[in-house]
């Protein structure tokens, strides 16, 4: 059994892609985006990842933020399990109705201020799943919504940016929610 594992392996070749050249580019953008959060919060900033009913591929873009080549908590910001915890709420996929009252009162539990973004198409207009029976549409159309991410899913580059600029227009004040 293992010798024609062994020889199949031979025979293929190795399949997979080069690993990502971490540029300069992205080195400087992080740098950036840690020297920002720094000066606007003085501190990390924390969020409160919610699922209202996506399909999960935005859930996965977002987990690909903490893998070392995006390296989110070095930059200054986390994940937490408490709303009670967050600065921010990071909204996935359609409200489905069933989770409306959820995603609702984790709003209310969150400090102010309160910034919203919601990620990839689904949590903007509704993506393929709209508004039915089963979904409310989009997160707007239940929270107040600060940053839309779009993109099915968006890369986590995007959705780090949508996070900086929610951080950068509460700074600036133009977010002040309770």
Same mark, same amino acid.
């Given at each position: 059994m293992i010798w024609k594992v062994v020889k199949q392996v031979l025979k293929t070749?190795?399949?997979?892609?080069? &690993?990502?050249?971490?540029?300069?580019?992205?080195?400087?953008? &992080?740098?950036?985006?840690?020297?920002?959060?720094?000066?606007?919060l003085g501190q990390a900033l924390t969020?409160? +990842?919610?699922? &209202?009913?996506?399909?999960n591929g935005c859930e996965l873009?977002?987990?690909?933020?903490?893998?070392?080549?995006?390296?989110?908590?070095? +930059?200054?910001?986390?994940?937490?399990?408490?709303?009670?915890?967050?600065?921010?709420?990071l909204v996935t996929g359609p409200v489905s109705r069933n989770m409306a009252t959820a995603l609702q009162r984790t709003y209310d539990a969150i400090p102010a201020p309160k910034l919203v973004v919601a990620v990839g198409d689904c949590g903007c207009d509704g993506g393929i799943f709209g508004e039915s029976y089963a979904s409310l549409g989009p997160v707007s159309n239940v929270l107040p919504v600060d940053v839309w991410v779009p993109g099915c899913p968006p890369a986590?580059?995007?959705?780090?940016?949508?996070? +900086?600029?929610?951080?950068?227009r509460c700074n600036v004040g133009s977010v002040e929610r309770s």
């Open positions: 070749g190795i399949r997979t892609e080069p &690993a990502p050249v971490q540029g300069d580019a992205l080195q400087v953008e &992080a740098g950036r985006i840690h020297a920002d959060v720094l000066a606007i969020i409160r +990842l919610v699922d &209202a009913g996506s399909c873009e977002i987990n690909a933020l903490s893998n070392p080549y995006y390296n989110i908590e070095g +930059l200054g910001i986390k994940f937490v399990a408490s709303p009670r915890h967050a600065d921010m709420l986590p580059i995007e959705i780090l940016r949508g996070i +900086l600029a929610a951080v950068r």
